[in-house]
């Protein structure tokens, strides 16, 4: 096998890999994993490089991954990634000299479109699989790279005037692609992977809830405005059937306390009404956030009134 088709080989097996134990990126993988488990004909394949963000094998023209360090609980996080006024993410070069060859891998990666593999850091070892993502585009002035999230996306051409209605469209797909995957996994983390209300132990079962929705300015998808919610009590938080106070109580809505339907409204609701939340994060700062609990904690009351 020819080192070109040997490249393209790897990186397909990397990739159909990382599908199968990020469940398609929908649960963070460790660095340890990300380091040692991945094997090719038998020998151990790192896809992250110690103390790196770039991943460039040796030998290989393009690099294979990109890493971005934890948004909070790490020392630092030295690059900053953002949208720009095109709709579409920025990755940012490293600056010093012993970057040179990483940054050549990724002009190479870019050059050749070939697809990379993102880890977002959401604690210090733990990361979210974003995949497969492009490099577009390249502003050697801003020191960064044009991502492209989606197939859609790499339509675009870098820094192009776009209008109002398709730059919304595009930052909604980086919304979808980063931020709420993000999120999820982020809140999952803090509760460890168990319901507040429940306190259910099934990540197929459980949703990453906001409390004040996205689409209110104050909704940031940040751990203290999240919380981890099973199905059923993430579709009653929605309607308002079940409400939860600054004090981490739950409340049922009155129509439902004198109902007689069976086993999963009395054990499901009813039963939890005036008791505290039975997982909450260790974390201060990743406990839902009082005056936010308080806001949605009104729109309940409000829809108890007759």
């Known amino acids: 096998m020819t080192g070109l088709a040997s490249e393209q080989y790897v990186r397909a097996a990397a990739l159909d890999w990382l599908s199968s134990v990020s469940l398609d990126g929908t649960i963070p993988v460790t660095r340890a994993r990300l380091r040692d488990d991945f ?10 490089d110690a103390g790196r963000g770039i991943r460039r ?3 290989w023209s393009a690099a294979l991954s990109i890493l971005t360090a934890a948004p909070e609980g790490a020392p630092s996080r030295p690059y900053d990634d953002s949208e720009g006024a095109d709709g579409l993410h920025r990755y940012k070069l490293r600056r010093d000299q012993r970057g ?11 050059l050749e479109q070939v697809p990379l593999m993102w880890f977002y850091g959401i604690r210090p070892g733990i990361f979210q699989a974003i995949f497969p993502v492009y490099l577009i585009g390249e502003e050697p002035d801003e020191s960064q790279f044009v991502m492209a999230l989606t197939e859609e996306q790499r339509q675009i051409s870098p820094g ?3 209008e109002e209605t398709l730059r919304k469209y595009l930052l909604t797909m980086t919304r979808r692609r980063l931020h709420q995957p993000v999120f999820a996994s982020q809140v999952m983390v803090a509760y460890e992977t168990r319901c507040a209300v429940c306190s259910l132990n099934h990540r197929e079962l459980l949703d990453a809830a906001h409390i004040i929705p996205d689409s209110d300015p104050r909704g940031a998808a940040i751990t203290s405005n999240g919380l981890a919610l099973c199905k059923l009590h993430h579709a009653a938080y929605d309607r308002h059937i079940l409400g939860i106070r600054p004090d981490y109580t739950v409340e049922i809505h009155d129509r439902l306390l004198d109902e007689i339907d069976g086993p999963m409204l009395r054990h499901g609701l009813q039963d939890h009404h005036g008791r505290a939340l039975m997982q909450i994060p260790t974390r201060r700062a990743d406990r839902p956030d009082t005056d936010r609990l308080m806001d949605r ?7 108890r009134r007759p």
């Open 39 to 48: 094997h090719v004909g038998g020998d151990r394949f790192p896809l992250v």
């Open 57 to 59: 094998p040796k030998g």
């Open 100 to 110: 040179a060859a990483e940054n050549e891998g990724l002009r190479r990666a870019m």
């Open 160 to 162: 192009s005037r776009v």
């Open 297 to 303: 904690y009104q729109h309940f009351l409000a829809a």
